[in-house]
């Protein structure tokens, strides 16, 4: 089946610097791709998606850049803040399906350092 | 707050008990889903409903039955579970196409 990774399963940053959190997927027709962020004891939160006509997207703090030529994609986060520790994962999907059947990578856990 | 919620939070549960997971979305969405998270491992896609109907079964034990009575709830019926299905069970809704909203989960433990 298809599978999506992710580069690192955990990556701590200093306060108020800038992350970067990478995903490789493997599926040439996906054409949609997210970003969640999933708080501990929480359900995962929507942050950021992008449609595989674009490479980059801005939200607050937030970018993500799509790279489909290396089947990448990266969520860079600024000015990252101890609210951001959390696992962030991502997923992806293609126009095959009615509605959305996401696959996920296993996640990062991003820890924040005061 | 995502316009999903699940309840209970947390269940235990012994291996002979019946229970159930309800969902309820007020998002207006036309698809929901159940999706299982294990500890290192991606979410798990178990069953998708579209307009109430079933329309993914992702190779998932019958013990684990899933209801969709209308488009804003969604049940997911428990029985004879084993203890390798102690695992958060997590809901979504989702438009057509687009980003899927999750519930809280709910943290089974099966014992």
């Known amino acids: 089946g298809e599978s999506v990774g992710l580069h690192l399963p955990t990556l701590s940053v200093q306060e108020g610097d800038n992350s970067i959190i990478n995903c490789a997927y493997s599926?040439?027709?996906?054409?949609?791709f997210i970003w969640y962020k999933q708080e501990s004891g929480k359900g995962p939160q929507f942050i950021i998606d992008?449609?595989?006509?674009?490479d980059k997207r801005q939200g607050q703090r937030v970018t993500v850049l799509l790279n489909k030529t290396v089947k990448h994609l990266s969520l860079q986060i600024a000015a990252t803040q101890p609210g951001d520790s959390a696992v962030y994962f991502c997923?992806?999907?293609?126009?095959?399906?009615?509605?959305?059947?996401?696959?996920f990578g296993t996640g990062t856990r991003l820890t924040i350092i005061p | 707050e995502t316009g999903v919620t699940q309840t209970p939070r947390h269940l235990v549960m012994g291996m002979t008990n019946k229970k159930s997971l309800k969902c309820e979305q007020h998002?207006?969405?036309?698809?929901m889903y159940w999706y299982k998270q294990s500890a290192k491992k991606p979410l798990e896609l178990m069953f998708v409903?579209?307009?109430?109907?079933?329309?993914e079964n992702n190779s998932v034990p019958s013990r684990f039955s899933p209801e969709c009575p209308n488009s804003s709830h969604l049940f997911l019926h428990l029985h004879t579970l084993q203890p390798e299905d102690s695992a958060l069970y997590l809901c979504?809704?989702?438009?057509?196409?687009?980003?899927?909203?999750f519930g809280q989960g709910t943290r089974l433990t099966v014992v």
């Open positions: 599926n040439s027709a996906s054409d949609y």
């Open positions: 997923a992806e999907s293609s126009a095959n399906f009615g509605n959305e059947k996401l696959t």
């Open positions: 998002l207006g969405h036309n698809a």
């Open positions: 992008i449609r595989s006509n674009m």
């Open positions: 979504a809704s989702s438009p057509r196409r687009g980003q899927l909203s």
């Open positions: 409903y579209n307009f109430k109907e079933q329309t």
